[in-house]
C-alpha cells in the first residue's frame, strides 16, 4: 500500500467520498478533468461496506466503469457519515469505567445541571420540563481517585501557581477502581482528574498503574486520559468528549475500518479517510476518532464553503434536507461559524464544530394526528424504508409527495425503486385526511405547510437571533430532498438569492471530496495580559503561548507521521481562545504568526482579538482597559491533498434543448392541479432558463418550480431560483 503521503500527491485519476446518511449513502466521483457523477444506495445500517460499494458502483456506472476500476484509479476515497450519533443516541456503544478526582463521582449525572439541552425556548422556561440527559457511563462503574493539581487563577500573584501539586495520587485508589471496573466488565477504561490540562502526570500515572492492573488480570481492554483526549478547562466538557471517545469512537472505528477493507478488496490502494467535526479530513488510526462525531453534514457546510467562494457569495445559509433532518448552518464573510463548546445530542462537548442547527423535519419524517386532532410531523424517521409507499410501516413526508404528484413513483433512484404511489394516497386519506374531514389533496396541502413552516422558521431563527439581515444571504439549499421542498421553506422569506445543484443530493459527499487533510491541536492555558502591562511582562506571556504552540506542532508531527504524512510537508495555522477579563466566554481568533517571542507579537495577537470581536459585536462593546485572557491555544496541521475542480461552462441559450424535454404531469399544488412540464437534470445547459410549472428530475433528486416561478442555471451549472 502507497503511503499516505504519495496517496495525498499522487496523479491517479478519480477522488471519491461518500455521505452516509440514515437513509442513502451518496458518492460523489470526481473525473480527472474536475467533473462529477453522483452515486446513490440505501444505506445498510447492519452492512455499511455493502451500500459502501453499491453507491460507488452506482457512480461508477453513470461513466461507464465498475467500482473495481475507480478504485484502482482512485487517489482519495472518503467517508463520512451519522455512525458515531447512531451509535450515541441508542446507548449501544461500548461499557465505560470512569475514574475521576475524588469528591467528583457524580460529575456523569450533574453534568453541570445542563437539563435543558435541546429543547425549544418555551420549554426551556419551564424547569419541570427539564430532564438529564441519558448517562453515557453507568453510575456504578465511576470510582473516585484522591488527588489534585493546583489549576491556577487569573489573579496569579494572590494564588497558588498552576501545576502545583496539591494532594499527591493515591495509587492504591487507583489499583482498587480498576479491579471493580474488571469486575463489572468494562470493555474501556476512561480516566478524568479536574486539573489534568494544566498538568497530565496524574493521568498518565494512573494510566500506567490501570495498565498494570489489567495486565495481571490477564485482560486487554483500552485506558483512555482526558488530557489526550481534550486537554482543555471545564472538566464537565471535557468529560463527555471523554466518554464519547471511550463509548461510541471505537465502535465507529470499527464500522469504518470494515469499510476501508472491503475498499481495498475492490481495488483501492490507501487508506480510508473520514471527516473531523470541524472541517478536515483524518484516516481510521486518528486517535481522537470522537472529533468525526456529525462528519457527515459537516460536508454540506464545507461543501458550500467552497461554492460561496467561487461564486464570489460573502454570506450563505445552507439548507440541507435528507430524510431524517433538515440542517441549517451559516457561512459569514466566507468564514464557516465554529463552536468551542458546542452542544450535541443532550451533551455539551469540549469539541470545535461547525456550528450547525437541525430540526426534525426530513423527507423519511412520520407524519400522525393524536386524540386531539393535532398534526405532528417527526421526530421518527423512516431512514432507508422511505414509507408506506416502498417499506416502511407509517406516512411520510416522502408518501405526501408522491401523492401529490411532486416526486414520480417510477423514477425514485432513477427507476431502482419503484414507489407505491395508490398506498401513498391511500394512506394519507384514512391516516390524515378522514379523520379531519379533508380531501387528501387539501391534507397534504397542510401537511406540506407544516413541515415547510418548521423548516423556513428554523433557517430565520439561525440568522435572526445573531442580528443578521436575512436579505444579506443567499441560501444553498441541498440534500435528497432539499430541492424538493426549496419552494416551500424559501416562500415569504427575504433572501439575496436561492440556489441548488445539479448534484444536491451528494452535496455533502462533495463538500467531503472538497476537504482538507488537516488536524487540529488544542491546549489549555491559564494567561492573563493586565492593562499596562510592561514589555518584560508580554515577554514572559508570549514566550508562554509559543511554547504551547511548538508542543502543539511536535504532537502533529507525531501523530501525522504515524498516519504515514511526511511531516517535511506540513503547514500549520495558528489561533487561540481570548476574552476579556471578567468575560465567561472565550472567542477563536485566528493568527498570521508563526512565531512568538517579543512585545510587539504580543501586541500583533490582541489586535488581532480586537479586529475578531469588532467583526461580532458593535464597537462600542469593546473594553480593553479590563485586559485580556488567554485560555486556549490551537494548531491546525495541513498535508497537501487533491482536490476537485469546478468547470465554468460556455452558456447557451435560454430555451432548455428538446433532448431536456420528459413529459407533462399533473401536480396538485398549493390547493389547485397544474399542468407541469418535467425535464432531464442531465441535458439542461449552462445558461438555460426553467419556467415553472415545471419539475426538474434526475436519479437523485427532484426540483419543483412553482408557477410564476423560474430556474437559471449559471456557467457553473448552479441553478438559481427565482
Not at 459 to 477: E, H, L, P, Q, W
Request: aromatic share 8%; proline share 4%.
Amino acid at each position: 500500500m502507497e503511503s499516505l503521503t504519495d496517496q495525498l500527491k499522487t496523479e491517479k485519476k478519480y477522488i471519491l467520498a461518500l455521505d452516509a446518511g440514515g437513509t442513502m449513502t451518496d458518492t460523489i466521483l470526481v473525473m480527472d478533468d474536475g467533473t462529477f457523477t453522483v452515486g446513490k444506495a440505501l444505506t445498510n445500517k447492519q452492512n455499511e461496506s455493502a451500500s459502501y460499494l453499491e453507491s460507488v458502483d452506482d457512480a461508477a456506472k453513470s461513466v461507464g466503469l465498475t467500482s473495481a476500476k475507480v478504485h484502482e484509479q482512485a487517489a482519495i476515497s472518503i467517508y463520512a457519515g451519522t455512525g458515531m450519533l447512531n451509535t450515541l443516541l441508542t446507548g449501544t456503544g461500548k461499557k465505560v469505567g470512569l475514574l475521576v478526582t475524588r469528591g467528583f463521582e457524580d460529575i456523569s449525572i450533574m453534568e453541570g445541571g445542563l437539563t435543558y439541552l435541546g429543547q425549544t425556548q418555551s420549554e426551556i422556561l419551564h424547569n419541570q420540563l427539564h430532564s438529564h440527559t441519558r448517562p453515557i457511563v453507568d453510575p456504578q462503574n465511576v470510582y473516585g481517585v484522591s488527588e489534585r493539581i493546583s489549576g491556577g487563577s487569573y489573579f496569579m500573584d494572590k494564588h497558588i501557581a498552576p501545576g502545583t501539586v496539591l494532594a499527591s495520587l493515591s495509587e492504591k485508589h487507583v489499583r482498587s477502581g480498576v479491579e471493580k471496573l474488571i469486575a463489572a466488565k468494562v470493555e474501556v477504561i476512561g480516566i478524568l482528574f479536574i486539573n489534568s490540562y494544566i498538568d497530565i502526570s496524574h493521568e498518565h500515572r494512573a494510566k500506567e498503574i490501570a495498565l498494570d492492573v489489567l495486565k495481571k488480570s490477564d485482560v486487554d481492554i483500552p485506558v483512555v486520559c482526558s488530557s489526550d483526549i481534550a486537554p482543555v478547562s471545564k472538566e464537565n466538557n471535557r468529560l463527555k468528549s471523554l466518554l464519547l471517545q471511550c463509548s461510541a469512537a471505537e465502535h465507529t472505528r470499527e464500522t469504518i475500518t470494515n469499510v476501508e477493507k472491503a475498499a481495498q478488496a475492490d481495488g483501492y490502494d490507501g487508506r480510508l479517510l473520514t471527516l473531523l467535526s470541524y472541517g478536515g479530513a483524518v484516516n481510521v488510526e486518528y486517535p481522537r476518532l470522537y472529533e468525526t462525531v456529525i462528519s457527515g453534514p459537516v460536508g454540506g457546510m464545507m461543501g458550500a464553503q467552497v461554492m460561496s467562494r467561487k461564486l464570489g457569495l460573502k454570506n450563505v445559509c445552507t439548507a440541507d434536507m435528507g430524510g431524517t433532518s433538515f440542517d441549517v448552518g451559516l457561512i459569514v464573510n466566507n468564514m464557516l461559524s465554529i463552536r468551542k463548546d458546542p452542544d450535541f445530542a443532550g451533551h455539551r462537548l469540549a469539541l470545535p464544530m461547525v456550528a450547525i442547527d437541525s430540526v426534525g423535519s426530513g423527507a423519511g419524517s412520520a407524519i400522525w394526528i393524536d386524540e386531539y386532532k393535532r398534526l405532528h410531523v417527526g421526530p421518527e424517521s423512516a431512514g432507508s424504508d422511505v414509507g408506506l409507499c416502498y417499506k416502511y410501516d407509517k406516512l411520510t413526508v416522502t408518501d405526501v409527495n408522491v401523492a401529490m404528484g411532486y416526486v414520480d413513483p417510477k423514477y425514485f433512484l432513477g427507476g431502482k425503486i419503484t414507489l407505491d404511489a395508490e398506498k401513498a394516497r391511500k394512506a394519507l386519506k384514512e391516516t390524515i385526511a378522514d379523520p379531519l374531514g379533508l380531501d387528501i389533496y387539501e391534507a397534504g396541502k397542510g401537511i406540506l405547510e407544516v413541515v415547510n413552516a418548521q423548516m423556513r422558521e428554523a433557517a430565520k431563527a439561525i440568522m435572526v437571533s445573531k442580528g443578521y439581515n436575512t436579505r444579506d444571504f443567499t441560501m444553498m439549499c441541498y440534500g435528497g430532498a432539499g430541492p424538493v421542498h426549496m419552494w416551500g421553506y424559501t416562500q415569504d422569506f427575504e433572501l439575496a438569492d436561492v440556489i441548488t445543484f445539479p448534484y444536491a443530493a451528494a452535496f455533502s459527499a462533495f463538500g467531503g471530496a472538497c476537504a482538507e487533510y488537516l488536524h487540529r491541536y488544542h491546549k489549555g492555558v491559564v494567561l492573563t495580559i493586565p492593562n499596562g502591562s510592561t514589555d518584560a511582562e508580554k515577554t514572559k506571556i508570549a514566550l508562554k503561548i509559543d511554547q504551547a504552540m511548538r508542543s502543539l506542532e511536535d504532537t502533529a508531527r507525531l501523530e501525522m507521521k504515524a498516519e504515514g504524512v511526511d511531516p517535511e510537508k506540513l503547514e500549520y495555522r495558528y489561533g487561540f481562545y481570548g476574552r476579556y477579563m471578567g468575560q465567561l466566554e472565550s472567542f477563536e481568533t485566528l493568527i498570521d504568526l508563526s512565531c512568538i517571542k517579543t512585545p510587539g507579537d504580543l501586541d500583533r495577537i490582541i489586535a488581532a482579538f480586537e479586529d475578531m470581536y469588532t467583526n461580532i459585536y458593535p464597537e462600542g462593546a469593546r473594553f480593553p482597559d479590563a485586559g485580556y485572557a488567554v485560555t486556549e491555544v490551537f494548531v491546525q496541521a495541513i498535508a497537501p491533498k487533491a482536490m476537485p475542480v469546478i468547470i465554468s461552462h460556455e452558456l447557451q441559450g435560454e430555451t432548455p434543448p428538446d433532448s431536456a424535454y420528459v413529459e407533462t404531469r399533473q401536480v396538485s399544488h398549493e390547493g389547485k392541479f397544474y399542468d407541469f412540464k418535467v425535464w432531464q437534470m442531465s441535458e439542461l445547459q449552462a445558461g438555460n432558463v426553467v419556467q415553472g410549472p415545471s419539475i426538474i428530475r434526475d436519479p437523485m433528486t427532484t426540483v419543483i418550480i412553482p408557477p410564476e416561478k423560474r430556474v437559471e442555471i449559471d456557467q457553473y451549472m448552479v441553478l438559481h431560483y427565482r
